[in-house]
Structure formats: structure tokens, C-alpha cells
């Protein structure tokens, strides 16, 4: 089994979130028990395969009941209790659970009271105006659920499958792919490729030199796999239990770059790429380019040898969305990628509640990554997982003491994320705050206050001299939460303003500031900050995720601090806020 860990992540993950239906209570002692479980098996470095279940239980977190069921998923590849709550309730009913306002308590009444069984159902309801008879809900929950859809129906996010998703699922899929005997190369294509923030299906397209036992692969992988929609001898698609469908395509290994170019779209770019090759006297497919008269093929094998054939550079996928992307390239105007990420500015440890890795190995795994700057920003007290003065001072003391051992291999900083209150105040004192080497600051609560209040919330805290960058800006979920209301262009004015740099969150339930708001902000002034806001040491990488929003946006290199050279990128960030009108 390729992924052994991966798949009780899934199982435990899937767990607590039906058994929170099943009791509609999200802290139920189960559901808390499945929680922490995950937490515990995501910390383990060994292999869960070769543990007992006895093994299992010894490990801090995890209980008799979660240790067999995770020893019945790695024996049976099923787990009964599992599969009996996915029987009660179907992923239409799940998807009810990711409507900004609606929890399991909600959810569990409305099946109950309205027979409400999917997003569809609910729908209906709104219409015949069901819920506002219902005890718990009344005629404003009503109109603020009917709202909530509104928007999600607007940004056309209902039944897509947020990216936070999609990408594990597609990386098992092509890592498991990958191994199969005779496959030469296995890429996911579509919207994925292309860092979409939200997927309607995905893609995959496999070369090699028989389809079939990529197929059995795909259709073979039980703990992911709920039907088989179809399968011929060159695609075969798949629903996902979680209700997410795959397209897995086989193609042959010279026709492998006409494929990957085909299917990773978009469509709008694909059409501008065909249009060009018959200007050409040229035939562009799936398959090939090809000479329309006698059909000689000029290129397949690989997407560069497509567009130099077309008279083009080749074109990252990021930017395949018709935007202009083809005459920029024909012009040499494409911008560059933004190259190495020698910075990270919103970093937590095991200080902060959520926190997962210690300084130790969160500093290591830094190194590793080749970062050059590094600030922990552990969260202000005011908020759950927070923090208080004292533990800060200590980790202070911790983080002096490591800096004479890094020497100039690193720049440390010890920074903190303060939260951003009501009406725009943050902890603590200006002196304690002014005590840090760096700090950010973002909204964590109150996301439906009207516009005027939202913007001027956020705009005071620019204004704080402490305060040298806003983390997730919008503080929207992908898929869950929708943007907070904000006057962009206001908030845009105080960052020049006061030089206050925006992040790009990476983690990619957020990716905040998002593609869109960053081609608002192109042609501003105030610095954009690349961080991977990790929890644990193996989402340092999730910078990366960031890097592909400002690419995808279009954003100049210069603009992004992070890609600035080692010593400038440490003096501005030490150097406190310069106004840059
Ligand atoms: P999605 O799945 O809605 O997030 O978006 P895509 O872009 O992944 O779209 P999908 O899965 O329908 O198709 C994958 C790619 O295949 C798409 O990006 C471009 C290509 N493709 C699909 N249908 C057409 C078509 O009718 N014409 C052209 N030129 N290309 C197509
Ligand atoms: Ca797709
Ligand atoms: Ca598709
Ligand atoms: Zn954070």
C-alpha cells in the first residue's frame, strides 16, 4: 500500500466529521477523540503498517476503539463503523455542513423536521420559506442562509471541490499511479494544474504503454474510491467517497505532451493555441500537432515542443487561463516565476495551541528549505489557541540563545500574529507590542460586520506602528467561508500608506490574499509577503502554494519580498514601516 498514513488520516478525518453529524455536536467526546487521533497519527515518523493494535494505543492520543479500527483499515482496507455512517449520511448531506452557517446540529433538524437531504433540498426549503416556522431557525436565520448560498452560487463554488482537497487526493492518486509497471509518467492536468482554488473535477493523464493496468490501479484503490462511473480503454472515472470525480486518462508515451497540454486547459486557452496552429496551416489535439494537409505530426511529445512548433516559449500552467498569456509570450512580456522563497514571515511552533513542531524542528526544517530570514509569530492571547506575555518572553530567551548557534545562516525573528478586534484593536500594550521583532496582524472573528466596519477595522491596525503586515486579509475558507466585506481600495490606500505589507497565506484552505485580489493590487506599491503560515514543519512548504497565487495574478517579481536578495529582504524586515506615498 502506497500511502498507508495518508489513509488513516482520511479514515480519522471522515470519522469525526460523520460522527458530528451522526450526534449533531461538533465536541462530542467521539468526534474530539477521532480529532486528536489524527492529530497523534500525523505527528508518528514510522511506518503504522507494522503496528499492533496494542502499538497503536500506546501512542499518546489514541484510544482502544480508534486503535483497532485503524488495524480493521489497514487489514480490511474498510472500516465497518465507517461505512455504516457514510450509508447514513450520504456526501450530498456533508456538503450541507460546508454552507457558512449551517453545523451539525442544524443539519441533523433539517433532515429531521424538512427532509432536507442535499444543497438542493435545502434550496427548495429557502424557497418555500420552511425554515422560518422552524424552532432554531426563525425568519432571519432564514435570510442569512438563503444569502450564504446566494454567495456561493455566485462565485459558482457549489459541488466544486475546494483545492485543500483536491490536491492531496490528486498527488495519492499519481503517486500510487506512478508505480504501476509499464506507466513512463503520471501528471493531474485541468484546473488543478493550472492552481485553480476550487476543482470540478480532476484530471489525470497517464503515458504508457498499456492502459490497463492503470486502470485496475485506479479503479482498485477501495479506501478512496466510492463508484466507477465508466471505463473504456483510454479514460476511466471515478467518484471518490468524499463525492469528488476523476478522469484518468492513458495515453501513449510519444503522444504524453499533446495529452498534458489538452486536458490541463483551459479551454479558452486551448482554443487561442488551435486557432494558431491552423494559421499555421497546423492541426492541434489531443493527440498531436499535425500538418492539416497529409497529416505529418510536428510535435507530441512534449508541451515545449508543441509551443516552439506554434512559435511560443512554453507557458507555466498558472497561466493558462486566457487572460492574454499568448500574446505576452509571443512578446516576451510573460512574467518571470518568482524563483527561490528565502523568507517566511508567518510561522507557528508548538508554543501556539494549534501549534505542532518545535522551535527545534521547525528552525530545521527551515534550513533544509534553504530560508534565509524567519519569523515565528506564535498567536496573541486574545484568540483560542493564543498565547500570554510570560511564554512569549521565554520563547524570547529560546530564540537569542539560537541565534548564536545559527550564526548567519539564518535571520530569526521573534515575532507574534495579534489579533485584529471589532473595532481594530489588538493585544497587549504598544510597548509589549513594539517589543517584537516583527508583527502581524489578522481577523479572526466577527466576519459578518457590514463593510464600512470591516474596512476600518483592518485599516486601524495598519495604522498601528507595530504592525507590519496583515495576515488573510479576506479570512475566507475556500469553499466554507466567504471573504469578509471589505473597500479594497481603501485598504489598498492605508498599505501604501502606512507601509504595511499583505500576505499571501499559502495554506491552501485560505490562499489569502486570493488570485483575484491580487490582480486588483497589481498596480499598487505596498510589498506582498509570501508566508505558509505552517502549524508543523512540513507546511513550511506551503510557501510554495502562495508563490503560485502571485504568479497565477500576474504579480511583478519586485512586488513580492520574499524573492528579494537574502540582506535586503533582513533589513526590511527588521527595519520598521516606511510610508511609501
Ligand atoms: P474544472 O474541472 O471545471 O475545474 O475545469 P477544467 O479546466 O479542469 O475542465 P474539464 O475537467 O472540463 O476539462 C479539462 C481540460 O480539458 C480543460 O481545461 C480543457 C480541455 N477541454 C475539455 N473540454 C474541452 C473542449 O470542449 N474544448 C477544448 N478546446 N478543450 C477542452
Ligand atoms: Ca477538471
Ligand atoms: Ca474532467
Ligand atoms: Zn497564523
Known sequence: MADTKQDVLDMLRDLAELT???????????VRAYESAAQAVAAQANDLGTLTARDLQRIEGIGKSTAEKIRELLETGTVEKLEALRAKHPSSVVALLRIPGLGPKAVKKLRAELRVESVDDLRHALAAHKLRELPGFGAKSEEKLAQALARLDEQGDVGRTPISVALP?????????????????????????????????????????????????????????????GRGPAKTSIVTKRGTQVDLRVVAPHQLGAALLYFT????????????????????????????DGGRVVASETEGQIYEALGLPWIAPVLREDQGEIEAAESGRLPSALGDVIGDFHVHTSV?????SSLDEVVAEALARGVRVL?????????????????????????RALRTKLGDRLVLLHGVELNIDREGALDWDPE????????????????????????????RAMQDPSVRMIGHLSARMIGARPPIELD?????????????????????????LSVETLRRARARKFPIVLTSDAHRAEELQRVDYAARNAEKAWLDRDRVANTWGAKKLAAWATGGKIALT
Not at 492541434?284 to 500537432?289: D, I, S
Open 20 to 30: 458530528m453529524l451522526d450526534e449533531g455536536d461538533p465536541q462530542s467526546f467521539r
Open 169 to 229: 487526493l490528486a498527488n495519492r492518486i499519481v503517486a500510487q499511479l506512478r508505480e504501476v509497471k509499464g506507466v513512463q509518467h503520471a501528471e493531474y492536468c485541468g484546473s488543478l494544474r493550472r492552481f485553480a482554488e476550487t476543482i470540478g473535477d480532476v484530471d489525470v493523464v497517464v503515458a504508457a504503454t498499456d492502459p490497463e493496468p492503470v486502470m485496475d490501479a485506479l479503479t482498485g484503490m477501495t479506501s478512496l474510491v466510492d463508484r466507477v462511473l
Open 265 to 292: 486547459g483551459s479551454k479558452g486557452h486551448n482554443i487561442k493555441l488551435r486557432q494558431r496552429a491552423l494559421a499555421r496551416g497546423l492541426t492541434l489535439n489531443e493527440y498531436a500537432l499535425s500538418e492539416i
Open 352 to 356: 501556539s495551541g494549534d501549534g505542532r
Open 375 to 399: 519569523a515565528i509569530t506564535e498567536h496573541a492571547e486574545r484568540t483560542v489557541s493564543g498565547v500570554g506575555r510570560e511564554v512569549l518572553l521565554e520563547q524570547r530567551e529560546a530564540i
Open 432 to 459: 509589549f507590542r513594539a517589543s517584537f521583532d516583527w508583527c502581524l496582524a489578522s481577523v479572526h472573528d466577527h466576519f459578518d460586520l457590514d463593510r464600512a466596519t470591516q474596512t476600518r477595522r483592518v485599516v
Open 488 to 512: 479594497l481600495d481603501a485598504v489598498f490606500d492605508a498599505a501604501e500608506e502606512t507601509g504595511t505589507a499583505l500576505e499571501i497565506n499559502g495554506g491552501l484552505p485560505r490562499l489569502d
